[in-house]
């Protein structure tokens, strides 16, 4: 399995772009790359997810280098409501059923006013 | 539609005693999965099953069972109930298309 690490807790302010990079060093060829996002008593929530170069979406966008060893969610002009706990997985094709996905510990976004 | 439900939602035990976490979907996914949560950390996954009929263990079974009843329905047993098993666990499912996972509300298991 891939481990993945990301820093621990980041704050920023309301209106900002916030980068939240996640590093996994050993990715294999099949691995893609899934971000959610986890707010207080909730569970997760899924942003994004890709493989390679960039993915966009209507709430983020994801950017993959060349060698996959590390990638990049980043948040458009946040606000407040979006202070969660963001997290990276690292888990075989999609396309397969029943991987066994595994979360690292996250990473505490706060958005402050 | 109501995607993963998840029962009880609150629970107290005593060390020792036995529950049976439930956790259905309504959703035809093939796979799903048993988290759970400590206060102020990552979630850690228990048991998973990759189709009705298969289960697998995932970082941390000791101390749990699971069965995967049918397609639905995926449940988590704790036998003999210790304090270190006092959490938040999330039940989740996946279809094979996307590889989503979409997660209930969990269930808060205090042990005493």
């Known amino acids: 399995l891939a481990k993945t690490t990301q820093p621990i807790s980041m704050d920023s302010y309301e209106g900002q772009e916030v980068n939240i990079t996640c590093s996994h060093n050993?990715?294999?060829?099949?691995?893609?790359i899934t971000w959610y996002q986890q707010f207080p008593s909730q569970g997760p929530r899924f942003i994004i997810q890709?493989?390679?170069t960039k993915v966009t979406n209507e709430v983020a966008s994801l950017f993959i280098p060349a060698d996959r060893k590390s990638s990049t969610l980043s948040l458009p002009r946040v606000s407040l409501s979006d202070t969660a706990v963001y997290y990276c997985?690292?888990?075989?094709?999609?396309?397969?059923?029943?991987?066994?996905?595994?979360f690292g510990g996250g990473t505490r976004l706060m958005v402050k006013p | 539609n109501a995607g993963v439900t998840q029962t009880p939602k609150f629970q107290v035990l005593k060390t020792g005693q036995s529950m049976t976490l439930q956790c259905a979907q309504d959703?035809?996914?093939?796979?799903m999965y048993w988290y759970r949560q400590d206060p102020g950390m990552g979630l850690r996954l228990i048991y998973y099953?990759?189709?009705?009929?298969?289960?697998d263990k995932g970082e941390v079974p000791n101390g749990y069972n699971v069965s995967r009843l049918n397609k639905r329905e995926f449940s988590l047993r704790l036998e003999s109930a210790a304090p270190s098993q006092t959490s938040v666990y999330f039940c989740?499912?996946?279809?094979?298309?996307?590889?989503?996972?979409?997660f209930g509300e969990g269930s808060r298991l205090t042990v005493l």
């Open positions: 989740a499912s996946s279809g094979s298309n996307t590889g989503e996972l979409f």
């Open positions: 050993n990715i294999a060829t099949n691995d893609y």
């Open positions: 890709g493989y390679k």
């Open positions: 997985l690292v888990g075989d094709s999609p396309y397969n059923a029943g991987n066994m996905l595994t």
């Open positions: 959703m035809n996914h093939n796979s």
């Open positions: 099953s990759a189709s009705e009929g298969t289960t």
